[in-house]
């Protein structure tokens, strides 16, 4: 073992393992302070265990720290055994991090809390490992062709598409957060994590020094990355309002009375004018909370549902910060009246006794509802 790899590998092994310690104790804080706001939906008593998955992920790279270290001291590192242990790791690594995203609000929407579709993806990792161990055995010793390990291509494939579903997740985090610069950062450090896994793929390319140089800063700025996303979670939850705490009347149509507290808004009067799309929308959500039972208190939105397209919800949100022009720290996000439940489902977040509606304007628009379900509602 050269000086280079025994600084590279001690240095991996203690980095991520204060990184994991770290995050850890971040977790069991917020599960603490903020246990209330993470399990206000009592029909599924969730909890968001991203950074508990991404703790977890920098565990896996500990024990591929060690491994690496072991393999050297003990003289296996060019074994066929080493190999499968390094793309078995890079699997589990790889799950734990698609688990994080499950729980990752600005996540590809086909990954965030819908479970239909992370145990599509959960099969795929596990027949990718499969596929892995098959050609590892047929190939026995002979597994590298032109230079390139052909065992290891799969499990590349795989990083590859993970990393691009990271990008994209920690771009548009950061970005609605209001930290545009770490947003690029975020691309530049998920580059150079794909980029360093390329040469234990393609042989050719692999310079020790600058291959375990792109390995030591790319983990090292992902998990600085892990913290600063911990503490604007931290700072999100903090700004969130509690679902107790606010209060809505429909006073009118198109006119609403607002208050949330801890965004400093009391009874702000909010006319929709001839935003009718949104006011419509909000009404039915606040119906369905207030009168509906509890499996019927939530709307699908999607082409196949009541509102057919997520624009609908923003806009709402959009139009209450525009007509009370309220200041950067104050404006409401979509996340702060409405609770996604998953598979397309949202929910408003206000309790239902802090919702009030005009007996007129109620019976007004149950009679003219094209959806029956609102008059068996308020019947």
Not at 286 to 309: F, P
């Amino acid at each position: 073992m050269t000086a280079v790899e025994q600084f590279h590998n001690l240095a991996h092994i203690f980095i991520s393992f204060i990184g994991a310690i770290l995050l850890l104790a971040i977790y069991s804080n917020i599960r603490k302070r903020f246990r209330q706001i993470l399990e206000e939906d009592e029909s599924q008593k969730r909890v968001d265990s991203g950074l508990l998955y991404l703790s977890l992920a920098m565990f896996v790279w500990v024990g591929s720290g060690i491994w690496a270290y072991a393999s050297k001291h003990f003289h296996f590192s060019e074994s066929m055994t080493y190999q499968i242990g390094v793309n078995l790791l890079s699997i589990i690594n790889n799950l734990f991090l698609l688990m994080a995203l499950f729980y990752f609000y600005y996540a590809p929407k086909f990954i965030y809390n819908n479970t239909k579709n992370v145990r599509i993806i959960i099969g795929i990792i596990f027949g990718v490992a499969s596929i892995t161990l098959i050609m590892a055995a047929i190939l026995g010793e002979n597994n590298i062709y032109h230079n390139v390990k052909l065992n290891a291509l799969p499990d590349l494939l795989l990083s590859g598409f993970l990393c691009f579903l990271l990008m994209l997740s920690f771009y548009k985090t950061f970005l609605y957060r209001g930290l545009k610069l770490v947003a690029m950062i975020s691309v530049v450090i998920m580059f150079l994590i794909l980029v360093s896994q390329l040469p234990e793929v393609f042989l050719s390319i692999n310079d020790e020094f600058t291959t375990l140089l792109i390995k030591i800063i790319a983990k090292t700025s992902l998990i600085s990355l892990f913290l600063v996303l911990a503490t604007s979670w931290v700072i999100q939850l903090a700004n969130t309002p509690r679902p107790n705490e606010m209060r809505i009347r429909f006073l009118d149509w198109a006119l609403i009375q607002l208050s949330i507290p801890s965004k400093n808004i009391n009874n702000a009067t909010v006319d929709f004018g001839s935003k009718t799309t949104q006011y419509k929308n909000l009404l039915k959500f606040a119906i369905r909370r207030a009168h509906a039972s509890s499996d019927q208190q939530s709307m699908l939105v999607s082409t196949a549902g009541e509102i057919k397209n997520q624009t609908y919800l923003t806009r709402i949100i959009e139009n209450v910060n525009e007509i009370l022009q309220l200041e950067t720290d104050q404006q409401l996000e979509r996340r702060d009246l409405f609770t996604f439940l998953g598979e397309g489902k949202y929910r408003l977040r206000m309790i239902p006794e802090n919702i009030f509606i005009d007996e007129g304007l109620l019976h007004e628009f149950v009679q003219k509802a094209e959806n029956e379900l609102y008059k068996d509602i308020c019947n």
